[in-house]
C-alpha cells in the first residue's frame, strides 16, 4: 500500500513531465486545441484536490469533486472521466487519492471489522445493525472471522438479502457471512470480499442471483480481473466462487416452484452477454481448467433452455439455498 508521501511525488512528477514536454525546445512546437487545453486544466483542477486531500488528511466524494468547478467540468460523468485519467497515468487506484463513492455494499455476519478512519472494531452481528452493516468506502484495515463460519453467501438483491435477514438464515443455516452489492458489484464490495478470501482462503464463497443473463454476469465479475475503461484498478478478483443455480425455468415449473408467469425468453442482448462470458472466460489467462468449464457450461445452459427468471419467486427460497450450500461445502 502506498503512502500520501508517494503518491504525492507521483502527482508532483505527472506536472513536472507536462511542464517540461511544453518547454521541450527538441520536440515541434506544440499546437493545443480547446478541447485539450480544457482537458489538461480539469486534470490539474483533481491534482489540485487530490494534493489537498492528502495534505489535510481528508476525503471527497464524486459528487463534491463535481461541485467544486461545475463550470468546468460541465457534468459528473466528466469529473469522472478526469479522475480517471488521473489513476491511469500515476497507476494509483482512486481510494489511494482519497477519492470515494458514496457507500452502497451491504454485510452481516459472525466477522468483526476494523475500518480505515476508525479505530473501534465493527461487529457485522451487532444488535444495533439487524438490516446489515453499511460497507466502508475507505477501506478496511483489519478483519476477525469467526472460527466457524462456514461460508459466505455474495446476494445479487437488497430483497432477497433482506428476505435472509429476516428469516434467520444466518443463525438457522450458518453461521456465515451474508453480503450484497445491491445490484452489480461496486469496487468497496469486491475488496472487502477480496479481504475476507485473503483472510481466509479456505472460505466457500456462493452466489445467489436472478437466472439471467445479469445475474450470471453479476456473479462473474465477482470472479473476473476487474477491468475498467474509467479508472485505474488493482486486481481484486476472488478464486472459485460457485455461482448458486438453485432451479433451471424447466426444472422449476416441473417441482412446481416457478409458476408459468414467472418465466420470459432471453432476448438477443441476454444471448450476447453470455457469448461475452464465455469469450471472457476462455481468453483469460487467469482461470483455471474447471473454473472455465462451470462458467461455460453456466453460459451455455441458459442458452440452451432459452429462459430466465427473477430468483425473487422462489417461495422458501431459505430451504433451497441451505440444501445446494450443503451439497457444495
Same mark, same amino acid.
Given at each position: 500500500?502506498?503512502?500520501?508521501?508517494?503518491?504525492?511525488?507521483?502527482?508532483?512528477?505527472?506536472? /513536472?513531465?507536462?511542464?517540461?514536454?511544453?518547454?521541450?525546445?527538441?520536440?515541434?512546437?506544440?499546437?493545443?486545441?480547446?478541447?485539450?487545453?480544457?482537458?489538461?486544466?480539469?486534470?490539474?483542477?483533481?491534482?489540485?484536490?487530490?494534493?489537498?486531500?492528502?495534505?489535510?488528511?481528508?476525503?471527497?466524494?464524486?459528487?463534491?469533486?463535481?461541485?467544486?468547478? $461545475? *463550470?468546468?467540468?460541465?457534468?459528473?460523468?466528466? =469529473?469522472?472521466?478526469?479522475?480517471?485519467?488521473?489513476?491511469?497515468?500515476?497507476?494509483?487506484?482512486? #481510494?489511494?487519492?482519497?477519492?470515494?463513492?458514496?457507500?452502497? %455494499?451491504?454485510?452481516? %455476519?459472525?466477522?468483526?471489522?476494523?475500518?480505515?478512519?476508525?479505530?473501534? &472494531?465493527?461487529?457485522?452481528?451487532?444488535? +444495533? #445493525?439487524?438490516? %446489515? *452493516?453499511?460497507?466502508?468506502?475507505?477501506?478496511?484495515?483489519?478483519?476477525?472471522?469467526? $472460527?466457524?463460519?462456514?461460508?459466505?453467501?455474495?446476494?445479487?438483491?437488497?430483497?432477497? +438479502?433482506?428476505? /435472509?435477514?429476516?428469516?434467520?438464515?444466518?443463525?438457522?443455516?450458518?453461521?456465515?457471512?451474508?453480503?450484497?452489492?445491491?445490484?452489480?458489484?461496486?469496487?468497496?464490495?469486491?475488496?472487502?470480499?477480496?479481504?475476507?478470501?485473503?483472510?481466509?482462503?479456505?472460505?466457500?464463497?456462493?452466489?445467489?442471483?436472478?437466472?439471467?443473463?445479469?445475474?450470471?454476469?453479476?456473479? +462473474?465479475?465477482?470472479?473476473?480481473?476487474?477491468?475498467?475503461?474509467?479508472?485505474?484498478?488493482?486486481?481484486?478478483?476472488?478464486?472459485?466462487? +460457485? &455461482?448458486?443455480?438453485?432451479?433451471?425455468? #424447466?426444472? %422449476?415449473?416441473?417441482? *412446481?416452484?416457478?409458476?408459468?408467469?414467472?418465466?420470459?425468453?432471453?432476448?438477443?442482448?441476454?444471448?450476447?452477454?453470455?457469448?461475452?462470458?464465455? #469469450?471472457?472466460?476462455?481468453?483469460?489467462?487467469?482461470?483455471?481448467?474447471?473454473?472455465?468449464?462451470?462458467?461455460?457450461?453456466?453460459?451455455?445452459?441458459?442458452?440452451? =433452455?432459452?429462459?430466465?427468471?427473477?430468483?425473487?419467486?422462489?417461495?422458501?427460497?431459505?430451504?433451497?439455498? =441451505?440444501?445446494?450450500?450443503?451439497? /457444495?461445502?
Amino acid at each position: 500500500m502506498r503512502g500520501n508521501v508517494d503518491v504525492t511525488s507521483l502527482l508532483e512528477k505527472c506536472t /513536472l513531465n507536462f511542464l517540461t514536454s511544453l518547454l521541450d525546445k527538441k520536440k515541434k512546437k506544440k499546437v493545443l486545441s480547446k478541447g485539450k487545453i480544457l482537458e489538461m486544466a480539469r486534470l490539474f483542477c483533481i491534482i489540485e484536490i487530490v494534493s489537498k486531500n492528502l495534505k489535510t488528511n481528508t476525503h471527497s466524494t464524486l459528487r463534491q469533486i463535481f461541485y467544486t468547478n $461545475p *463550470h468546468l467540468f460541465m457534468s459528473q460523468n466528466v =469529473s469522472n472521466v478526469a479522475i480517471g485519467k488521473l489513476t491511469k497515468i500515476i497507476k494509483i487506484p482512486r #481510494e489511494l487519492l482519497n477519492i470515494y463513492n458514496s457507500p452502497k %455494499g451491504i454485510i452481516r %455476519g459472525n466477522i468483526f471489522l476494523r475500518e480505515k478512519k476508525s479505530s473501534p &472494531w465493527v461487529d457485522c452481528m451487532s444488535i +444495533f #445493525e439487524t438490516r %446489515g *452493516h453499511l460497507i466502508c468506502p475507505f477501506g478496511i484495515s483489519d478483519i476477525k472471522i469467526s $472460527p466457524d463460519v462456514k461460508y459466505v453467501l455474495i446476494v445479487e438483491k437488497e430483497t432477497i +438479502f433482506f428476505r /435472509l435477514l429476516q428469516s434467520d438464515f444466518i443463525s438457522n443455516y450458518g453461521p456465515c457471512i451474508l453480503i450484497t452489492a445491491r445490484g452489480f458489484p461496486d469496487i468497496n464490495t469486491r475488496q472487502l470480499l477480496y479481504e475476507i478470501r485473503r483472510y481466509n482462503k479456505g472460505l466457500k464463497v456462493f452466489c445467489i442471483t436472478d437466472y439471467d443473463a445479469y445475474g450470471l454476469s453479476i456473479a +462473474f465479475t465477482y470472479t473476473s480481473k476487474m477491468e475498467s475503461k474509467v479508472y485505474y484498478v488493482e486486481d481484486v478478483s476472488i478464486d472459485n466462487l +460457485f &455461482w448458486l443455480n438453485l432451479f433451471s425455468p #424447466e426444472e %422449476g415449473l416441473q417441482k *412446481h416452484v416457478l409458476k408459468d408467469i414467472d418465466i420470459s425468453k432471453l432476448t438477443l442482448r441476454d444471448i450476447r452477454m453470455l457469448d461475452n462470458i464465455c #469469450e471472457t472466460v476462455k481468453s483469460s489467462r487467469k482461470f483455471c481448467s474447471s473454473e472455465i468449464i462451470a462458467w461455460t457450461e453456466h453460459a451455455n445452459h441458459m442458452k440452451t =433452455s432459452g429462459m430466465k427468471y427473477e430468483v425473487d419467486a422462489i417461495q422458501d427460497i431459505e430451504k433451497y439455498l =441451505s440444501i445446494r450450500i450443503e451439497e /457444495l461445502l
